[in-house]
């Protein structure tokens, strides 16, 4: 059983060194800034549901958060609409691509809170006045999760709103259906500003240990969210937090953990800690190489699976 003391000693610089010579994986181009990201960027941190935090070389580095804000987005707009959001989203894994085009059979509701179309939904759920209201209050509601001010990265999400051609067609396709409430292009210039949201590795870490100490940021005290919507996002995560590719996720690494383009990866395990990787090449699936790879390390080195005996 790993105590306090073993995640503690843990060398997070020696895990870095041994993950950082797989080259493996292609550097997201769906948007210029992405596309620039330095392939050899690898930063590692880990926070305790006790407020202690370790870090790696790398782990103040900034990059846009992408879809590793979708599960407190989730967390947000549970939050705020007192978990009626609830109705509006499904909960099942797709077995599909982060953006494909596809509703649940029947409802015609996002299946997901973890794919595009269950993000644009979340987004648009939570509380503000039009646009900037919204964007206003994820901005703030981000921030309580990582514990200081976060910003958002302008050109990135000009781009994404721009060339989300596909999250587009997700957002009239809801609207057609009913199951959007607000104008397709508004729902989108929330969804691109929320993934345009510049994180760190050591504030990424910080909001995932907030979900796994029950919706209280451990590092400043404040409660961001309540313990039942703390852990519903968990539950979700654990699902389809890697797509098409969280079964295997699962069972392998046994955390929950949501990846992103930008190639972070952000893991909570629940009453222990929360942890994240950015690494910005990718597999088929959209997962960071090195991320995965340092999470399958550190769930092991450390027993966090989950599921172990
Ligand atoms: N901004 C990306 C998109 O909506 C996020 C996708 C991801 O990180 O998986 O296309």
Known sequence: M??????LAYDLDRLRRRVLPDTAGEVDDSIPQLADADPDLCGIALVTVNGEVRVSVDADVPFSIQSAVKPFLFALALHDTDRAALGRIGIEPTGEAFDAIKLETGT????NPMVNAGAIVTSSLVEGDGVDGRIARI??????FAG????IDDDVARSEHLLGDRNHALAHLMRSEGTLNVEADDAIAVYASACAVLVDAEALAT???TLAAGGVNPRSGERVVSRDVARDVISVTATCGVYDGSGRWMREVG????????GAIVLSV???LGAAVVSPPLDERGTSVRGHRASDALSADLGLHVFDV
């Not at 015609?108 to 299946?111: D, I, M, Q, S, T």
């Open 270 to 272: 629940p009453g222990v």
């Open 148 to 151: 200081r001010t976060l910003d």
């Open 255 to 262: 955390v929950p953990a949501k990846s992103s383009v930008s």
């Open 139 to 144: 901005i703030a509601g981000l921030s309580a």
């Open 2 to 7: 790993t105590t306090t003391a073993d995640i």
């Open 108 to 111: 015609g509701r996002p299946p």
């Open 207 to 209: 909001m995932g240990a």
